[in-house]
């Protein structure tokens, strides 16, 4: 009765934070510059809470999600302006060939554990960049000129069904035997978890969000490059499972909201973007070094209180 009480809770959160965003956009209070910082704010928080799943559920290091990323939006990008196929369509194709990516790249990498994940994983990410950077089908360097298709309502919906997913995954006993292995991969192992399986699993599930992520990415812009997903959009969105805090979705989601107004007001001066986010990330790991949730949720702080046994 609690995940069902849970499960509509969001459910009406959702729509109510849909209505408000959409009334303030069809009055034309929130012109096209706030418009596109809350579809950016979306795209910013699928990709944080996709991240979320892999580093902080399952305990895998992996800074190469700007490649699925990559993946997503050029495969919705040619879907739509080569085959011109539906835009829902082109989205969930993206999402599947991302996925379809991180099991390419999960099945041979997730045997390995920490740095050399990690830098297998970037690697990944600078070769799928070279690759769409060399393809004159998609424009190469110059990149590829996308029509604007995202919407507010297309974005926030994906949303809801990303942080449902990834939520009730989270739950189940799969959820439970990922957290296993990132609690103590040897001991899941011994007690009969798969744990080449579900590390595979957790990473195909952040990898086909990551596509679903890169759809709408490639939409709300008028020109993809290769140089959009570099390795330091990697480093962007491990920014937001950090600092959020390894383990909880909700402090990837307002990580990702606070940087993604920082970022927005700051996009004139790259330079000092980047020194803030520095200047953030030192101060948290120094007197936060568990990051702005830690392991909890925001559910954490409304549950019951506890009831005192042997009271008069």
């Known amino acids: 009765m609690k995940k069902v009480s849970k499960f509509w809770l969001f459910l009406i959160l959702a729509v109510l934070v849909y209505g408000i965003g959409q009334g303030l956009i069809q009055t034309g209070i929130l012109n096209a510059f706030y418009s596109n910082m809350l579809i950016l704010m979306i795209i910013n928080i699928i990709l944080a809470v996709s991240l979320h799943l892999v580093i902080g559920i399952t305990g895998q290091f992996s800074i190469g999600h700007a490649g699925f990323l990559a993946v997503g939006a050029y495969v919705s990008a040619i879907i ?62 110059a990149g590829m000129m996308v029509s604007n298709m995202t919407t507010w309502t297309s974005a926030f919906v994906c949303l809801v069904i990303t942080i449902l997913v990834i939520s009730n995954f989270t739950n189940s006993r799969h959820g439970r035997a990922c957290i296993a292995i990132r609690e103590n ?39 993809i490059q290769p140089t959009n997903f570099g390795f330091l959009k990697s480093f962007d969105i491990l920014i937001f499972v950090v600092l959020g805090g390894l383990g909880s979705m909700s402090g990837s989601v307002i990580a990702a909201v606070l940087l993604t107004i920082i970022s927005t007001y700051l996009q004139q ?35 019951k209180k506890k009831s005192v046994k042997g009271g008069n």
């Open 80 to 141: 739509t302006m080569k085959f011109e196929l539906p835009f829902v369509l082109a989205i969930i194709i993206g999402g599947i060939v991302a996925a379809l990516a991180g099991l390419l790249v999960g099945i041979p990498t997730l045997r390995l554990r920490g740095d050399y994940l990690a830098i297998a994983t970037l690697g990944f990410g600078e070769i799928i960049r070279i690759v769409f950077l060399n393809i004159e089908y998609v424009g190469g360097a």
């Open 185 to 223: 991969e040897i001991a899941a192992d011994a007690m009969g978890i798969n744990t080449t399986f579900y590390k595979v699993v957790a990473f195909a599930i952040g990898s086909f969000f990551a596509g679903i992520a890169g759809g709408l990415f490639s939409h709300n812009f008028y020109i």
């Open 269 to 303: 001066y790259p330079e000092t973007r980047m020194i803030i986010y520095s200047i953030v990330l030192v101060v948290v790991m120094l007197y936060r070094p568990q990051g702005l949730m830690g392991t909890r949720e925001i559910t954490d702080f409304f549950g």
